[in-house]
């Protein structure tokens, strides 16, 4: 495996768009193909990715609100239990401690032929969270980040 990097990678930066997870990856703005979170429980989130999946994510100017993951029906996508710590979950916790900043991807309609795209928004701080009851009625945890200046 690679090693973590916090912040911009190569020459990439916010406004870049791509067009799959693939891409994604192989540029390694955000190196997992299928989760929302690239960190560990020891160092910290490095990317997360907002693909409008959970009913709490809410993306806007100034802070963005990014559910947790787990807990969902596989086939219809609600959320069927309470979330539980996974190592997405515990990247985020720790980044809320060690402040590094985290890279958000989101995806967005495209402006050509193309249905969607994910776009690169910046560097974002954790700075809080919360594990409560969500719109389902289920304990979800609902991590709050900040733009950083210049990120």
Do not use: W
């Not at 390694?28 to 690239?38: A, I, N």
């Not at 947790?68 to 710590?85: A, C, E, L």
């Not at 890279?103 to 560097?123: I, S």
């Not at 974002?124 to 709050?144: E, L, M």
Request: aromatic share 8%; proline share 6%; with cysteine.
């Amino acid at each position: 495996m690679s090693q973590p990097v916090y912040g911009h990678v190569g020459s990439y930066r916010p406004g870049d768009t791509f067009r799959n997870r693939i891409d994604l990856s192989l540029s390694r703005v955000h190196r997992p193909r299928r989760t929302g979170v690239c960190g560990t429980q020891q160092l910290g989130a490095e990317s997360i990715v907002l693909a409008g999946q959970y009913e709490e994510d809410d993306f806007g100017e100034d802070e963005i609100l990014y559910s947790g993951n787990g807990g969902r029906d596989p086939k219809t996508g609600r959320q069927i239990m309470d979330q539980v710590p996974t190592t997405g979950i515990l990247a985020l916790l720790r980044s809320i401690e060690t402040g590094l900043p985290v890279r958000v991807l989101r995806k967005v309609p495209a402006e050509d032929d193309a249905l969607e795209v994910y776009r690169y928004e910046g560097l974002y701080q954790v700075v809080g969270s919360t594990y409560g009851p969500g719109k389902s009625g289920f304990r979800v945890y609902v991590f709050r980040l900040r733009p950083l200046i210049g990120g």
